[in-house]
Structures are given as structure tokens and as C-alpha cells.
């Protein structure tokens, strides 16, 4: 799978070309992009958010259980001024003097409440808030494996398109060195100034190819920034190699379906939904039942006819009340009965859901190990045609130069040779992404 085999084909025509002084200094390995994917990327942080969310969620859920605590403090004055009055008759009269009373009053509480019976709605949902965090930790390790598999990826995307940058490098030093040949010859009536012509096209092909190459280069280095939050403005070269191949004959795929359904997130996920689904209809439907709760207060407080009570601390009334409620829904307008349908069709949706994930899962597991299998032969064969080519490309030389070929006859050697080089480095990314993917699917134990 190493790129040398490639290499090795244009040392046999051409010495090595020295690397472009143009390319950026700065190496970033694979683990040094996951590091970044994982601080940086929104779509992973979010999931990271979405779960310390759900933390609260389960603390209200036991809060449910224990007892309500309220305090309060209250301090009122009032002023009213009497301009008029009444007579021994009862007439309104004018008073000689206005009559001015005062008033205020302090007041503290303290009262608390519990919940007694609910139908056990309480414990449902705080099963259902349970279930909700397990969702959202499933989801971060979803969102974990989901970025992990995108940065391997276009880490790998990058790496093949820096090495097809030195393979077509090398090749466009092939062509300018065939083309210096071919003028000699062409100098010494050896080779006609069509062939002359044809080299000179050989080159100017092979230079568009160098250039195609860089482009997609800095183009895949730009997706690879963008999912690693590295900034657009930062020039790196990745390095390191492709993932080594693996004994596909210890990968059983029917294993690898059911450690999938096992251990994957995005099924643990699913899972959690239904779970909370159900709890959540369980909670609906225990509204039907009578609410039973206690309470208690104590309360101080003191009323004057001046302003003397305000921001009074020490009133010397005292108050103690109790007291059990019971609340029997007789007749709720239907509302329970819509909120327990609803939250019932919503626990089918969720199992429904979760039957779909599993039957997806499994059979993406299956078409990614036949995708692994494709691209394992895939590299066999351009493995093999690059060997092939390098001996036909061997003896072509030979006859060419001993002219019992003729130059086009050569030439398509050479670009075929050429093609299949680049056949081979499609074939390892090709290889390398579908390992990737079948490990995201699977889980541990596929590399």
C-alpha cells in the first residue's frame, strides 16, 4: 500500500526531483487534528452542551421528591388624611382641622409543602429525565465517533492528495527529460518533429495535471480546517501514513453487525429516546389519579396605627397552620386524556424509531464491509498493475531507445504507466476511508 511503489517507477526513467521550496513548513499529524476537531468543532461542543443540560434536568427530577421550602418578608405603611366629616344627622361638614391616621405593619413566613401521592407521575419523569441525560451522553459519543471518522478521513483525503502532488512532480520531470531526449534524437533524424510536438503536449499536459493537483491539495486542506477549527489562514502539510491493512478474514461481518447494534451510540441514543418516551406516558397517564399533598406555615407579624412597624425584625404575633390536600380530577375538558395519547403516540414513535436505527445500522455495517471488500481488491489490482506497468515500462524504454518502437507507441506506454500510479493512490485512500467508515459503524475491534 505505500506510495514507494509508485516512486519506484520513476526512478527507473528519472532522477529524483527535489521537493517544491512553495509547500507550507508546518506538520499536523492525526492526532494532533483530532485534538483540534475536539475543542473546536461546533457540531461536537453542542453535543457537549446538550448533555451538562441534562444534569439539571435529573436534579429536578429528584427535587420532585423532597419538600418545597418558601420564606418571605413584608413591610406596608399607609397615610390617610380626613379633610371632612359628619354631622349628629349624617350631613357632610367641613372639619376645622384635618385628621391625619397612620398605619404600617411586618410581617415574616416560612411555609413548606410536599407531594404525597401523584400517581406516581414524580418517579416517572424523574425515570424519563434519567433516560433524557443517558440520550444526550449517547449523543456526545455519537457526535465523538461521528467527528473522529470525518477528520480520518479527510486527514487521509489530504495526506493522498499531497503524495499525488510528488508523484505528478515527478512525472512532469519524466516528460521534460523524454522531451530533452526526444529532441536529440530528433537532432540526429532519429525521431520526426511530430514526436517532437508530441513530447512538447506531454508536458504541457502533465504540468495541468501538477497544477489540478495542488488545487485539490489546498482544497482538501481547507475541508480539513474547516471541521478542525484550525483557521483558513493557516498554511500545514499533514503527516503520516494511511492506516495499515487489516486480515479481513478475521473480520466476521455478521460479528461486527451485532457489536454495532450492541455498542454504537447512535442505538444507545435511540434506545434512551424510547425509554424516556415511555416514561413520559407513564407520567401522562398518572394524572388520572388523585393529588395528595401536605403543608405547613409559620408566619409573625405585628400591625401599628404609626410607622413604627417598618423594618421591624421581631414582630410578636405568631401563626401556625397545616393542612393535607387532596385534588381528585373529575373532570380535566379532556385534557388528560389528550396529554396521555399524545405522550403514548410519541413512546410508539420513539420504539419505532429505534426498530429503524437498528435495521439501518445493520445494514450499513454490512454495505461498508462490502465497500471494505471492494477496495481491498481494488488495491490489489492496481497494486498488480502498477508491477505490471513497471516492467512493460522497462522494456519500452529499451525497445525506444533502440528505436524498434515508435514514439506514441511510447508515449501511451508512459501514460498509461502514469495512470495507473495515480490509479493506486486513489485505490489506498479509497481503502483507508472505507476502513474508517466500517470502524465508525462497528466500534472497536475492526483495526
Sequence with gaps: ??????????????????ASSQEPRTLLTLEE??????????????ASAGADASGADVRAGIGAFLPSLTGSLSWSGNSRTILTGEDDFGRPIALPDPLTF???????????????FDGLANLSNYRAAKAGAASAEANVDLAEATLTAEVERRFYTALQAQRLI??????LEVSRRQLDATERLFRVAARTEVDVLGAQVQVAQQEQALEQARGDARKAALRLSELIGLGQTIAFRVSGDLPPAVDRSLLNVDDLAAQALAQNPRIRSAEADAAQADFAASAAAGRRWPTVSARASFGRAVSLSSYDALFKFDP??????????????LFTRFQTSLAVAQATANARVAEENLREQRMALEREVRSAYIDLATAERRLELAERAVDLGRRRLTMAQEQYQLGTIGFTDFQQIVTQTSQDARQLLSAEGEYARALVTLAELAGAGVR
Design 1 to 18: 500500500m505505500k506510495v514507494v511503489t509508485v516512486l519506484v517507477i520513476v526512478v527507473l526513467v528519472a532522477a529524483a526531483h527535489p
Design 102 to 116: 397612620r398605619s404600617s405593619s411586618a410581617s415574616q413566613g416560612l411555609s413548606t409543602g410536599i407531594t404525597l
Design 166 to 171: 510528488d508523484v505528478e512532480e515527478q512525472l
Design 316 to 329: 410578636r404575633d405568631r401563626s401556625f397552620g397545616f393542612g393535607i390536600d387532596v385534588q381528585v380530577p
Design 33 to 46: 487534528a483530532l485534538e483540534l476537531a475536539r475543542r473546536n468543532n461546533p457540531a461536537y461542543l453542542r
